[in-house]
């Protein structure tokens, strides 16, 4: 092939639609469905004559389900179907992705059936179709919460099956070009929807003629004043411009030819909304975007396309710094392509892109290259790529579902993975992974593994130890520290970006959550038991009727969940434990002195109890120190069991807790610390002090002589000759606390030192 160039050109403005019922077919659009359908047929030559009939007779099918139906703009409906199957025929799916391109609309519109379309075409052609239906039919409390289950039911059928979500996106870039019927609040709403959802899924599988083509229209239909006056201004630069890109576009031919490599070379445009975001983003004005224009190189095998590098380099100098290498290191959506940033004849940017043929139709189509190149050999290993990145996306889609019920949830983790953005960072063992940008070795562990995550103490990049929620670079090698007790922090969900990483901390938090209330609810039933004189039943052959009975009073669904509502709170324990004393009574059991005076002889507060909640410092999310008073092992202290909070442990003295037992006094009860607590525990303290040289550091000094640490610090701004600290310091117990204010109270710079109290 010889040296070949087109002109850079915008694509026209694109053009919109929906769809509604008409009494009768406007006049002159009889034949347009028949005409349209013999445009399909003519893409269709790639499949066999069998394949064709089959075709046709969804054609039929979803003809006759449509019948009466119209578009907005009048012609009928079955011309939008058709549309989308000719979309689709583009990117040379098989047959039944055609078939159910035809009949996307016929469960949602024309009251057909899933059962009758298995019967006439087959479950796989029904099931593509299924998947593509919304869920009209269930009652939903908001809009967003019906968009939200029905992008969940869309994303998971297309986790099973990619071309569900091919055929979507053939869809919505019809419906997008056919919009502008429709009134204009409606057509921002699906505007936004569009740029929000569908071009980043696109992007994502690698389809970047459809992601552009999308963007460009949510654009000009979102915000269309702004549309009008860059579509405006690139046509005075185009103008302008035309002699630079005809002389840059002759200079690289003329080195090529001189090299005796034939290429293809091609002018490309940006469009206007990724024109709009770099001036928003980078807040320049239209002038100041310089690389407006770029040229596209496609050369014939993989190494010419470094071969065609060398040579576009000795045509103009390279920018430092803007050379990218995607063939080497492939994007997430199996982009591969050389990219360089040249200095032009007039000193502006222009960016080159160099790739061979079968990396421009994974370049172009991404995904659904899988199906172009299917039959050939010179671009199986590209397509497949593109295949294999997109199948571990859609993987991810299922993992997420699996520790996400609720649909809204699943929506926000999977629009975390759709950013576009990526870096790329390797394991130890130099394998590659692509991240969202901005994320941490969190990120980077749930990534190989959710054990990995789960267990997560430390990391190193590049050899060196770093803090978890240090964002990774691309070219980092990142090497995970995990320990077999360690568990997920619920801080990590302030930093992680993945919707993976995201969805398993939250998923093994809620489980945690739950096995700490359920313990702590049959501590406090049993405690509330023994006071009537008996123990709980077992859930064996004796037990559970009684246990079924209580359930059902309750309206509970399980003993779990009923023993999990009282450790938060939300069912009172004394009124539980009283009505399973009556079902055991009235079972036969009969209540036991011993047990009575064990559980009425636990209720002295002085008085160690088997019911009594022991507080060791280990006791798990539903047993939290009340921040206020920030009690510490040798105060007295109480516990108030908030409704749906778990435990919260005040000191006696605590005025915020007395507020709260004389407005709720039932909720109350007797709680001590443990012999031995398992960690240290803050408490607050205030120093009042000289503002003089070294102040600071002899409160730390002596903070520290007295084995505690400073957890936390803070200090006024006044420029006074004294000074107040107010400091957040672990400490062992009250003992421990008592010997850093002495040590503190010694410090040449310290005039007082008291504990803080609410």
């Known amino acids: 092939m010889g040296t070949r160039s087109t002109s850079a050109i915008q694509e026209p403005p694109f053009r919109p639609d929906k769809r509604k019922r008409a009494p009768a077919a406007p006049p002159g659009t009889g034949d347009a469905a028949s005409a349209s359908f013999a445009a399909l047929t003519a893409k269709l030559d790639y499949l066999s004559a069998a394949d064709i009939k089959r075709i046709r007779d969804a054609y039929r099918f979803a003809d006759e389900a449509h019948l009466g139906q119209f578009r907005a703009g009048g012609e009928p409906y079955i011309t939008h179907p058709i549309a989308v199957a000719g979309l689709c025929a583009d990117w040379k799916l098989d047959v039944q992705a055609i078939m159910a391109a035809l009949m996307h609309d016929a469960i949602e519109d024309c009251g057909v059936s899933k059962s009758d379309l298995i019967e006439r075409f087959g479950a796989p052609t029904a099931d593509l179709v299924d998947g593509l239906t919304k869920l009209d039919k269930l009652q939903f409390s908001t809009q967003e919460e019906s968009q939200a289950e029905s992008f969940r039911k869309m994303l998971l059928a297309m986790a099973r099956d990619v071309r569900v979500i091919l055929i979507k996106l053939a869809d919505r870039l019809h419906n997008m070009r056919t919009i502008d019927v429709i009134a204009a609040p409606k057509r921002a709403r699906i505007a936004a929807e569009t740029l929000e959802i569908y071009a980043p899924i696109a992007h994502r599988l690698g389809l970047n003629q459809t992601y552009r083509e999308l963007q460009e229209l949510s654009f000009e239909h979102q915000r269309p004043w702004r549309f009008g006056a860059l579509s405006k201004a690139v ?18 031919e003329h080195a090529f030819a001189q090299a005796k490599m034939p290429v293809h070379v091609a002018g490309r445009e940006k469009t206007l909304f990724s024109i709009y975001s770099k001036m928003r983003e980078k807040r320049l004005t239209f002038a100041q975007v310089s690389d407006i224009f770029g040229f596209r190189v496609i050369v014939a095998t993989l190494p010419e396309c470094y071969t065609a590098l060398g040579i576009l380099h000795q045509v103009y100098k390279p920018l430092p710094g803007r050379f990218k290498d995607y063939i080497a290191i492939p994007k997430a959506n199996g982009y591969q392509s050389l990219h360089t940033t040249l200095v032009s004849p007039l000193g502006t940017a222009v960016e080159f892109q160099i790739r061979t043929e079968p990396m421009n139709a994974v370049a172009e189509k991404g995904i659904a290259a899988h199906w172009m190149y299917k039959s050939h050999a010179s671009g199986t290993a590209q397509a497949q790529e593109a295949q294999r990145l997109g199948t571990l996306w859609l993987q991810s889609l299922i993992d997420i579902q699996d520790e996400t019920r609720d649909a809204s949830e699943f929506l926000e983790h999977v629009k975390i993975d759709l950013f576009p953005d990526a870096v790329y960072v390797f394991t130890p063992k130099s394998k590659i992974l692509a991240l969202p940008r901005g994320a941490t070795p969190i990120d980077f562990a749930y990534a190989i593994h959710s054990d990995v995550g789960d267990r997560c103490v430390a990391a190193k990049v590049n050899g060196e130890p770093v803090a978890l929620r240090t964002e990774l670079r691309s070219g980092d090698v990142v090497e995970v520290i995990s320990a077999p007790g360690a568990r997920p922090n619920p801080a990590w969900l302030n930093f992680v970006r993945t919707g993976r990483a995201r969805s398993k901390i939250r998923h093994f938090l809620k489980n945690m959550e739950q096995e700490e209330s359920q313990e702590l609810g049959e501590r406090l039933l049993n405690r509330a038991l023994m006071a009537e004189g008996l123990q709980l039943p077992d859930a064996g052959p004796q037990g559970a009727p009684v246990w079924q009975t209580l359930v059902r009073w309750s309206g509970n669904r399980s003993q779990a969940d009923l023993l999990v509502d009282i450790g938060l709170g939300r069912k009172i324990a004394s009124i539980v434990a009283k009505r399973l004393a009556r079902l055991l009574v009235e079972s036969g059991s009969k209540p036991d002195a011993l047990t009575l005076t064990m559980g009425r002889y636990g209720e002295d507060e002085s008085t160690p109890s088997q019911g009594l909640i022991v507080i060791d410092g280990a006791n798990g999310a539903q047993v939290q120190l009340a921040s206020c008073c920030r009690p510490i092992p040798g105060d007295a202290i109480v516990g108030y069991l908030g409704r749906g909070e778990g435990l919260l442990v005040h ?21 001590e610390w443990a012999e031995q607590p398992a960690r240290s525990f803050e408490t607050g303290v205030t120093v009042l002090l000289h503002n003089s040289k070294g102040a600071l550091a002899q409160v730390a000094s002596a903070v520290s002589s007295a084995e505690a640490d400073i957890t936390h610090i803070e200090m006024g701004n006044d420029a006074a000759t004294t000074a107040e600290l107010k400091l957040v310091l672990s400490v062992r117990d009250r003992l421990q606390l008592a010997n850093v204010i002495r040590t503190l109270k010694r410090a040449p710079a310290v005039l007082r030192v008291a504990r803080i109290k609410p």
């Open 235 to 252: 046509q005075k630069a185009r103008g302008y411009r035309r002699d630079l890109v005809e002389r840059i576009e002759q200079d690289v």
């Open 651 to 671: 000191t006696a003295e605590c005025s915020v807790g007395k507020r709260l037992f004389e407005r709720d006094p039932e909720s109350w009860m007797s709680v």
